[in-house]
């Protein structure tokens, strides 16, 4: 019971799709429909950048881009054994300079 209340404590409280989508439609004074609209069309753009390999920057905000990671060879973490780790592409967020001040006021 105790790892279980532990657990409860440490777990992270995210905002859902649906919450984030009201949240913005109350701010922009938009319907939610349009606010969904919205939001999945910057997503599209940014996969659609992403797979192309270009960087998209918003400026106060930050950027999304993508990093390659070479094949390499790992282990099994149960018996120990090699296994190869196919190479892939991962997606990454640099906050800019502007959101670190938000974030951390009193550096």
């Known amino acids: 019971m105790v790892t279980e209340l532990r657990f409860r404590e440490s777990k992270e409280i995210a905002m859902t799709k649906a919450e ?6 109350a701010k922009a004074n938009v319907p939610s429909a349009e606010a969904d609209r ?5 997503v599209d753009l940014v ?3 992403a797979k192309k390999g270009e960087k998209v920057s918003w400026p106060g905000f930050g950027s999304f881009a ?12 149960r018996t120990g054994e090699p296994v ?7 997606m990454k ?11 951390n006021p009193n550096r």
């Open 38 to 42: 919205v939001v999945q069309a910057f």
């Open 66 to 77: 993508t990093s390659k990671r070479q094949a390499r060879t790992g282990r099994n973490p």
């Open 93 to 103: 967020f640099s906050p800019s300079s502007t959101l670190k001040a938000e974030l």
């Open 47 to 49: 996969v659609e950048s």
């Open 84 to 90: 190869q780790i196919a190479a892939s592409t991962a």
């Open 20 to 25: 984030l989508l009201a949240a913005i439609a």
